[in-house]
C-alpha cells in the first residue's frame, strides 16, 4: 500500500519557521517528483515547491528565498524548510509525488501551517 504522510505542521508567529516532511513508503520514492502545494480557506490550490527525482529544485515566486525543498532517499522523506513565514503563508500543505514516466500520482493527507500575526 501506497503512503504519503506529511508532519511538522503548526502554530508558528510572523517571521518563524517550520520544517515539513513528506515520508513515502510503498513505492521507490527516489524515483518520483515530490511537489509541495498549499490551500487556504476560500482559495484554490497553489504550487509551492519541487524537488525532481534528479534533484532539480523549483520554487514559487511566492516563497523563492524563504523556503528549500530537499529530499533524503534513503529516509524515503522530502523536506520544506520554511524560513520567515508570513500570514498569507497560512494553509494546509500537502505532499504529491509522481512519476515522471508513467505518471502515477500520490497525495498526502496534507499538514496545517498557521502564521500568526
Known amino acids: 500500500q501506497v503512503r504519503l504522510v506529511e508532519s511538522g505542521g503548526g502554530l508558528v508567529q510572523v517571521g518563524g519557521s517550520l520544517r515539513l516532511s513528506c515520508a513515502g513508503s510503498?513505492?521507490?520514492?527516489?524515483?518520483?517528483?515530490v511537489t509541495w502545494s498549499r490551500e487556504a480557506p476560500g482559495k484554490q490550490r497553489e504550487f509551492v515547491a519541487i524537488?525532481?527525482?534528479?534533484?532539480?529544485?523549483d520554487y514559487a515566486d511566492s516563497v523563492r528565498g524563504r523556503f528549500t525543498i530537499s529530499r533524503d532517499n534513503a529516509k524515503n522523506t522530502v523536506y520544506l524548510q520554511m524560513n520567515n513565514l508570513e500570514p498569507e503563508d497560512t494553509a494546509e500543505y500537502s505532499c504529491?509525488?509522481?512519476?515522471?514516466?508513467?505518471?502515477?500520482?500520490?497525495w498526502g493527507q496534507g499538514t496545517q501551517v498557521t502564521v500568526s500575526s
Open positions: 504529491n509525488a509522481q512519476h515522471p514516466y508513467t505518471a502515477r500520482d500520490y
Open positions: 510503498g513505492i521507490s520514492f527516489s524515483e518520483y517528483d
Open positions: 524537488v525532481s527525482a534528479g534533484g532539480t529544485t
